[in-house]
């Protein structure tokens, strides 16, 4: 199905296409079945969060519940087609028909430029036949004010964006897509200039820019696997005390 990505997002967009693939969010699920969680652990573990989040609701808390859905999510859907053309980056709808991709709206857009991804093996997931392409995307803030809030110290502190893992396939069409926008050296010139600017970073990385972008690029950053570990603990699968544990040894680790 992905080689026909590239046709059907060239009949929706107005530049042409230079390489487009499906894309399928990590989901919880996946990262718990990974870690040798059986069915019924799993099961129990979706029902504790759509409880949760419904008790949240419940409470008032719907638009923090929203927010930490949209941050999770990169406010995508479950599966989408990515393309990108000479200029920009697009996510368009997963539109099927007759097990075939046709052509679907325009979901979001970014300029290629400045959108900085990475690719690299799926770790922490069951699928060895995929790849993770984590794309760093602006956080929109919206009418949230606390997505606002942090959309603005993300944009102060002269941040990528916000690191969001996705799975795509190991074929060409893929392959094409990593070729066009994954760049080390963008992320190298990133925490360049973070280390010029930040003493209290620089100490902490005596090696310097090269062994920041190396532990940015080699795996899961700090904040993915907390991102991860908050996941566990918000569906029960974390006692709060395991989760101050687990978070503690991340912090201590970076």
């Known amino acids: 199905m992905n080689e026909q990505a590239a046709a059907v997002a060239a009949s929706v967009l107005s530049e042409s296409v230079v390489a487009a693939t499906r894309c399928e969010q990590i989901t919880q699920e996946m990262t718990m079945e990974a870690?040798?969680?059986?069915?019924?652990?799993?099961?129990?573990?979706?029902?504790?969060?759509?409880i949760g989040f419904g008790m949240a609701k419940g409470m008032g808390m719907g638009k923090m519940v929203d927010m930490a859905g949209d941050m999770r999510?990169?406010?995508?859907?479950?599966?989408?087609?990515?393309?990108?053309t000479d200029s920009q980056v697009h996510a368009l709808e997963d539109k099927q028909k007759g097990g075939n991709l046709v052509a679907g709206k325009v979901l979001k857009s970014w300029d290629?430029?400045?959108?900085?991804?990475?690719?690299?093996?799926a770790v922490g997931v069951s699928?060895?036949?995929?790849?993770?392409?984590?794309?760093?995307?602006?956080?929109?803030?919206?009418?949230?004010?606390?997505m606002a809030a942090a959309a603005a110290q993300?944009?102060?502190?002269?941040?990528?964006?916000?690191p969001h893992r996705f799975l795509i396939a190991t074929d060409p069409p893929s392959q094409a897509v990593v070729?066009?926008?994954?760049?080390?050296?963008?992320?190298?010139d990133f925490a360049a200039s973070q280390?010029?600017?930040n003493p209290a970073l620089a100490a902490r990385f005596p090696g310097g820019a090269a062994a920041m972008a190396s532990?940015?690029?080699g795996g899961e950053s700090s904040v993915d696997r907390l991102a991860k570990l908050a996941e566990l603990r918000a569906s029960g699968a974390l006692t709060d005390a395991e989760f101050e544990v687990e978070k503690a040894k991340i912090i201590g680790s970076a």
């Open 195 to 197: 280390l010029q600017s």
């Open 154 to 162: 993300m944009a102060q502190a002269g941040a990528p964006g916000m």
């Open 127 to 146: 699928a060895t036949d995929r790849q993770v392409l984590t794309l760093f995307l602006p956080m929109e803030g919206g009418k949230n004010r606390y």
């Open 112 to 121: 290629r430029e400045g959108l900085m991804a990475r690719a690299g093996a």
């Open 35 to 50: 870690a040798g969680l059986g069915a019924g652990m799993r099961g129990m573990a979706k029902v504790n969060r759509k």
């Open 215 to 217: 532990q940015a690029a």
């Open 73 to 84: 999510t990169g406010g995508l859907p479950s599966s989408f087609v990515l393309a990108v």
């Open 179 to 188: 070729d066009a926008i994954a760049s080390r050296e963008a992320l190298g």
